[in-house]
């Protein structure tokens, strides 16, 4: 039997396995459960495969919250003391990250590491009110194909089909394509995209519900697009310290002195499906599409990886972000100071088997 050990202490980037529960269709095809999660410890074992990461949570055992407070809070914490932070699910078609990620969020049906996110942030933006002055955007995007698709753009009509579906939206709307930039002290904007203020659960759900739905009703009769597509939710926190609350009468003390500003952004990505791209497409167009995704996964698992490798980081290697927009446009935000979460999210059916090991595989890596 084989063993991988990924788990290590002190990294920035923690990976962690949720396997969900056989599904109905599953059960329908008279599938077998395949995956063993191993009693009290962060241990999944496939076949002959044992792989160890740094939290697993499986069907039985662990309470739903669990993975919120072990993967997602602390990175909710660092975000007000200023820390850049992403979290990302990764795993075929049909392994549960719309589910788990809380992106299919309708309906004001709250579960899921999105809303669990919100609560969290209005809960602390409630009890520090009194001492700090907050601002919360959100933005909503879509990477397909290496193209930037706003997710939170009200104004326009999803004019893409199958038999178009190289001609993007921006181009039909005669709009400059959502472009990914680089300030000069490393900080990553999107320029071209919808930022949307928001000041409550109920205005942020929404924008959440808006993307949502633009995304399910962007893919076609023929694709499913949201299946090859990186959905990326992504929340900025502006917050300002009110240091010294005592101003003197004579005003005598600037006031910009006795504050500090601190900016900071957490991205919720629902990663395309892994699966292997397979030529099915009469006119190659969505084998193209299966290489762009490729890419994008292929990129984060590189980038991943050289975060990872302690030995790697020390000696200053290139890590290499601008292998594709996916990588480019969380640059900001995985390694440095931000914090990464990869949830792995697996199916235990054994029809699954290989896609599940190949997923093991690739987050075992990422450590
Ligand atoms: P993906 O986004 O990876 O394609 P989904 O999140 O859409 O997968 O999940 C596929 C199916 O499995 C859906 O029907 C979903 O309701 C179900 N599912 C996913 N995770 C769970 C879970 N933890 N418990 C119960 N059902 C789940
Ligand atoms: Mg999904």
């Known amino acids: 039997p084989s063993s ?26 008279g599938c077998k459960d395949c995956v063993t999660v191993v009693q009290g410890k962060p241990q999944v074992q496939i076949g002959t495969h044992s792989f160890t990461f740094d939290h697993v949570y499986g069907s039985t055992g662990s309470p739903p919250s669990a993975m919120f407070e072990e993967c997602v809070a602390p990175l909710v914490d660092g975000l007000f003391h200023g820390y850049n932070a992403t979290v990302l699910a990764y ?6 990250k719309t589910y788990t990620m809380g992106t299919g969020f309708k309906d004001g049906c709250q579960t899921g590491i999105v809303p669990l996110v919100m609560n969290m942030l209005f809960s602390k933006i409630e009890a520090l009110k009194h001492q700090t002055e907050f601002q919360l955007h959100v933005s909503f995007i879509e990477i397909l194909k290496e193209e930037v698709r706003d997710l939170l753009d009200s104004t326009s009509v999803n004019k893409s089909d199958a038999a178009n579906g190289h001609t993007s939206k921006a181009t039909i709307l005669g709009k400059p394509p959502i472009q990914i930039r680089e300030s000069s002290n490393g900080v990553i904007t999107l320029a ?28 076609t009769n023929m694709n499913n697009q949201s299946s090859r597509s990186h ?15 005592v101003i003197p009468e004579d005003n005598s003390l600037n006031g910009s002195a006795n504050e500090e500003y601190l900016c900071a952004k957490l991205h919720l990505v629902d990663l395309a499906g892994s699966e292997r791209a397979k030529r099915t497409g009469s006119d190659g167009l969505r084998f193209k599409e299966g290489v762009h995704i490729n890419k994008g996964l292929l990129a984060l698992g590189n980038v991943i990886s050289a975060l990872g490798d302690e ?12 292998d594709s927009k996916l990588t480019r446009l ?38």
């Open 192 to 219: 071209g995209s919808t930022d949307v203020s928001v000041s409550t659960f109920k205005e942020m759900a929404a924008c959440l519900e808006q993307g949502s739905l633009s995304r399910a009703t962007g893919s």
């Open 311 to 322: 030995k790697k980081r020390k000696e200053g290697v290139h890590v290499p972000y601008r």
């Open 231 to 245: 959905a990326i939710f992504t929340i900025t926190l502006e917050q300002m310290h009110k240091l010294s609350p």
């Open 4 to 29: 991988h050990n990924g788990s290590t202490e002190d990294c920035c980037v923690k990976v962690a396995v949720h396997v969900r529960p056989l599904i109905a269709d599953e059960r329908a095809q």
């Open 330 to 367: 969380l640059q900001d935000s995985l390694g440095g100071n931000s914090r990464t979460v990869m949830i792995a999210c697996i199916s235990p059916a054994d029809i699954n088997a290989e896609e599940t090991l190949n997923t093991l595989k690739y987050a075992n890596r990422a450590r």
């Open 91 to 96: 795993g075929q078609t049909g392994s549960g």
